[in-house]
């Protein structure tokens, strides 16, 4: 065989080798084109994650998302591509805890993600601080449903007494007291740790108390228009539940134990997985309702998912866009 001709084998069997791995590659991992297809042009993407329809809507309403490609895991789809320039994969996860929290884990593992951006909508625990149109920026979260069951007339009481609660009058009653649980932190540099509230990335808070200080946000929708001018809020907490608080007494009680100002059922599990992961994490409310006050308008909770929305994305686009190292 001459010298030509083994050459060309060689350079055959080499690009068969190639395909092969990168096709076992893809089949391993369905973002793998996404992220290593071109080293010199590649980047960590800003995790976008959102649980409502409304949310969703606020996104692609704005016409700021450009789609690249949609990825499907687990029956969600990961939407690859860019706000206002900058790279991004958003999810929608759905409610509950346990599906916002499996979603944000795929979202971790299967893309390079530099960090997450959680925005949402959140009942006011607090009118004379949040009212309808306003937007949170919390700076700790913390689970608020799960609960230790103290025996009746036990000699420990828990924070929450049911028996205060009793109406007319307050008494003795059988559900006796609870306490609030904490939740095993489990980190990447650490052992795990008990905790109750799970603080949001320092530099990423200062950073966007830093951007969003002056961001005028939307006050009208269809027609109907807030009594007031929005605002954005820094500094305070919030709590989480599987639940949706609408209980004035129990919205009431979180204030005043726990002195959160805002109630959801996502923000919480964003927390605890992107700290379980070393990741980088803000969250971002929009106040759609008060708690125990006759809900909002549809108009009105759309201009709490647009104020939103409207912060997430001035946060996204004043983060520095990092790249992915080259091997």
Not at 55 to 75: C, H, M, P, Q
Not at 304 to 323: E, L, M, R, Y
Request: proline content about 4%; overall charge negative.
């Amino acid at each position: 065989m001459s010298r030509i001709n083994f050459a060309v084998l060689l350079v055959l069997g080499l690009l068969l080798v190639t395909a092969k791995q990168s096709m076992q590659m893809s089949l391993r991992n369905p973002t793998a084109e996404i992220e290593t297809s071109n080293c010199k042009i590649a980047v960590l993407r800003v995790g976008l994650v959102l649980t409502s329809e409304n949310s969703e809507k606020a996104l692609l309403d704005s016409g700021l998302f450009t789609n690249i490609s949609d990825v499907e895991i687990a029956g969600r789809t990961f939407h690859v591509g860019t706000l206002d320039n900058t790279p991004i994969v958003y999810v929608k996860t759905g409610s509950q805890t346990v599906n916002v929290a499996t979603a944000v884990q795929s979202l971790l593992l299967k893309f390079s993600i530099s960090g997450i951006v959680f925005f949402g909508n959140a009942g006011s625990l607090d009118e004379n601080v949040l009212v309808p149109g306003d937007v949170l920026v919390p700076e700790a979260v913390a689970f608020t449903g799960v609960w230790e069951w103290e025996e009746f007339r036990a000699q420990n009481k828990g924070k929450l007494v049911f028996g205060n609660y009793n109406y007319p009058e307050n008494g003795e009653n059988l559900l006796g007291t609870a306490a609030p649980q904490n939740i095993t932190l489990y980190s990447p540099s650490e052992d795990p740790e008990e905790v109750f509230w799970l603080p949001v990335s320092s530099s990423w808070f200062e950073a966007a108390t830093e951007e969003l200080k002056d961001l005028k946000l939307k006050e009208c929708h269809s027609g109907r228009c807030l009594p007031r001018t929005s605002k954005v809020v820094f500094g305070l907490k919030s709590s989480t539940s599987d639940f949706y608080v609408k209980n004035k007494a129990y919205g009431d009680f979180l204030l005043e134990k726990f002195n959160a100002s805002t109630t959801d059922a996502a923000s919480a599990a964003v927390a605890l997985t992107s700290l379980s992961n070393g990741k980088l994490f803000v969250v971002i409310q929009g106040i759609s309702n008060i708690v125990g006050v006759e809900s909002s308008t549809p108009e009105i909770g759309y201009i709490a998912s647009q104020n939103a929305f409207h912060v997430a994305t001035k946060f996204v686009n004043s983060i520095p866009t990092q790249g992915l190292a080259c091997e």
